[in-house]
């Protein structure tokens, strides 16, 4: 499974930045699949995850109601989006794509088998 992330740049504050995550792989339309975020000097988050069918999701309480998860299993390369809206600087991080085996179980990073690389999202005051 291969995970590439898109879409991070500089926002102002209360705005929206919607990322992408392409996922290529044999066995991905399987996988929950989610995003983290790591801001500077501080451990890798969990931000929300989404399983396989798209029907179960899961946020942190710090982006619950702002940030919503979808993906796209229609073509043999599945895409993943993260929508973020009335962005806060301190959502400011760098984003990371990830696919488990269970989306109700990526909370943590133990709960992850693959890793894209990440995007930054720098959201202005």
């Known amino acids: 499974v291969q995970l590439q992330a898109s879409g991070g740049g500089l926002v102002q504050a209360e705005g929206s930045l919607r990322l992408s995550c392409a996922a290529s792989?044999?066995?991905?339309?399987?996988?929950?699949m989610g995003w983290f975020r790591q801001a500077p000097g501080k451990e890798r988050e969990f931000v929300g995850s989404?399983?396989?069918?798209?029907?179960?999701?899961?946020?942190a309480d710090s982006v619950e109601g702002r940030f919503t998860i979808s993906r796209d299993n229609a073509n043999a390369k599945i895409t993943v989006y993260l929508e973020m809206n009335s962005l806060k600087p301190e959502d400011t991080a760098v984003y990371y794509c990830?696919?488990?085996?269970?989306?109700?179980?990526?909370?943590?990073?133990?709960?992850?088998?693959?890793w894209g690389k990440g995007t930054q999202v720098t959201v202005s005051s």
């Open positions: 989404i399983s396989w069918s798209g029907s179960n999701l899961y946020y």
């Open positions: 990830a696919a488990g085996p269970s989306s109700r179980n990526m909370r943590s990073v133990g709960g992850i088998s693959y």
């Open positions: 792989g044999r066995t991905v339309s399987a996988y929950g």
